[in-house]
């Protein structure tokens, strides 16, 4: 082999990268020393050394390995000297290439710290081996996967923590976590805390940190233990992380962590509005009671809403303002529509909407007596009307089992069979269906009834109070459609607010002109309140047909 190596010119090659595949691999000058002792000892000549700090398992990623095999294409060297195999390639593309110019020829020797690979081999031999290698990336990429997935799931940054806190490194691998820095955690709070206050710029707080407080970073083995950078500074503020949640991955999912978090999420968009455009604000998904309900009453649209902040100059604090407008999305119709409501304004107009239909607590308890003493008399001729639609049904029911038996009896042609079938059929149906209404009459009809009247009462308490859900049922209930016509609500009331609409005013005005004196107590106006009391329960229909 000595005498063959006379013939042959070889680059040396050597590599590493910063991945865990090569961490027990020799390191570049550890591989220099071996392979330049080797080619002395087979007398092998080294045209140049290649050194590349590169990761294999990519093609086209190395640059110098690429000048290595277009110069042994135009014949400069014919050899090369490597560590092992696998610091020539780690992916099926390099790999084939060393393979096919291996076959060619145009290598004549790969030779490595325990063994040589020459044209005459055995194919196979050097795919397995160079397959090996790529095999390994992939098994160690799904590793490094599950391991990533798993942190994620357990609400771990899987990365390096940010200034004011610590990778933990004594926990086994794959269950570190990720703690307070006791000695830089406060004065990064600090930091926070300047830049709340809207008075500090990011450089001049970097001065204090670095300057005054004598801020240096965490020391790892080839970085650190410096003054905090511009940049860091920016960074530190732009990230999310100290807000108890996290991004990672090319889309930046956002996961909520489980390290103690630093600053509220509040405060951490008020920082973002004072970095103005060196903050990128987290995006957040709004919600508003009103979109999905009111409509466009020229084009018919559905009517958006959208949030703005403004920082009110000389106090630091945020306002955020809600506006609602047409979104004019119709192709048919050209909307003329462009006036902005503001949240305030369009609750106001509702909230007067609610003013309508709103009836004092004594008029509901007094309607709510009214419907108990009726439901006695409901259920009562309830009770008649669904035995009579019982018996038809079941009559139907024996008039279609005795057609069928007149038909095996042969005693009427299938033509006549099938006409009277179809016929009995629909009139069964028909019956059930009056059944199944009167049932479900009897189970709800108070409950409907009492819910109009406790909505007139309270909805306008409860708009006031509630929350985005329930104002935006409230609204539903109020009417059908509602629309916004140059600015203005436009509700068209449900019809179960007809006897309130109608009567209920006037009763209210002789009611508050009969309010009792400070002991409590009525002087001979007893006999008017009761006027105004059956009045009241004797209005309209208090049986409403569709539920409030």
């Not at 595949?21 to 000549?45: H, K, Y």
């Not at 709510?368 to 049904?393: C, F, G, H, P, V």
């Not at 179960?496 to 002109?513: G, K, S, V």
Request: contains cysteine.
């Amino acid at each position: 082999m000595e005498k063959e190596n006379n013939k042959l010119t070889y680059f040396l090659y050597a590599r590493k990268s910063s991945e865990s595949e090569d961490r027990q691999i020799q390191s570049i000058d550890d591989q220099l020393n071996r392979l330049r002792q080797l080619a002395g000892d087979l007398n092998i000549t080294i045209k140049k050394t290649y050194t590349e700090s590169k990761s294999a398992k990519k093609p086209n990623n190395r640059p110098l390995f690429d000048e290595m095999l277009r110069r042994i294409e135009n014949g400069e060297a014919n050899g090369i000297l490597c560590w092992q195999i696998n610091r020539l390639s780690r992916n099926p593309i390099d790999s084939g290439k060393l393979s096919w110019m291996l076959q060619q020829g145009l290598i004549k020797s790969i030779q490595t710290i325990d063994r040589q690979y020459l044209p005459d081999d055995n194919v196979i031999l050097f795919n397995v081996e160079t397959g090996s290698a790529n095999q390994f990336i992939l098994d160690l990429r799904k590793s490094v996967k599950r391991g990533i997935d798993s942190k994620l799931a357990k609400g771990w940054l899987p990365t390096t923590a940010p200034q004011g806190y610590l990778n933990s490194k004594i926990k086994d691998r794959g269950d570190n976590d990720i703690s307070i820095d006791p000695e830089r955690f406060p004065l990064v709070r600090k930091m926070w805390d300047l830049m709340l206050t809207g008075n500090y710029t990011p450089p001049q707080i970097l001065d204090i940190a670095n300057n005054q407080w004598g801020y240096r970073t965490r020391k790892t083995k080839r970085t650190g233990g410096v003054p905090l950078s511009r940049t860091g500074i920016y960074k530190m503020f732009n990230n999310i992380f100290y807000t108890g949640f996290f991004e990672y991955g090319k889309v930046r999912m956002q996961y909520e962590g489980k390290h103690p978090k630093m600053i509220t999420l509040d405060e951490y968009d008020r920082v973002q509005m004072l970095l103005g455009r060196k903050g990128k604000p987290r995006q957040r998904k709004h919600h508003f009671a009103f979109t999905g309900s009111l409509r466009c009453s020229e084009c018919g649209c559905f009517f958006t809403a959208i949030e703005k902040e403004k920082l009110i100059k000389g106090t630091g604090k945020i306002k955020t303002f809600t506006y609602y407008y047409c979104t004019r999305r119709s192709k048919d119709i050209k909307c003329s529509q462009k006036k902005v409501l503001t949240k305030q304004n369009l609750e106001e107009q509702i909230d007067n909407e609610l003013g309508k239909y709103t009836i004092l607590p004594e008029f509901l308890n007094w309607a709510l007596e009214d419907l108990n003493e009726k439901n006695d008399t409901e259920i009562e001729d309830r009770s008649k009307i669904y035995e009579t639609q019982q018996k038809a049904l079941a009559q139907a029911q024996t008039e279609l089992d005795e057609l069928t038996k007149m038909r095996y009896r042969l005693l009427i042609d299938d033509e006549t069979f099938l006409k009277e079938k179809n016929n009995l059929k629909a009139k069964i149906a028909q019956l059930r269906q009056k059944v199944n209404e009167t049932e479900s009459r009897a189970e709800r009809w108070l409950e409907l009834t009492e819910k109009t009247f406790t909505f007139a009462t309270y909805a306008r308490i409860r708009f006031e109070q509630g929350g985005l859900e329930l104002k935006k049922e409230i609204l539903m209930t109020l009417g059908q459609r509602p629309v916004i016509q140059e600015g203005k609500l436009v509700i068209e009331p449900n019809e179960w607010f007809q006897p309130i609409i109608n009567n209920y005013p006037a009763l209210e005005r002789a009611y508050l002109r009969l309010e009792p004196t400070k002991t409590g107590h009525f002087t001979n106006k007893t006999e008017l309140l009761d006027s105004v009391r059956s009045q009241w329960r004797g209005q309209g229909d208090l049986n409403p047909r569709s539920p409030p």
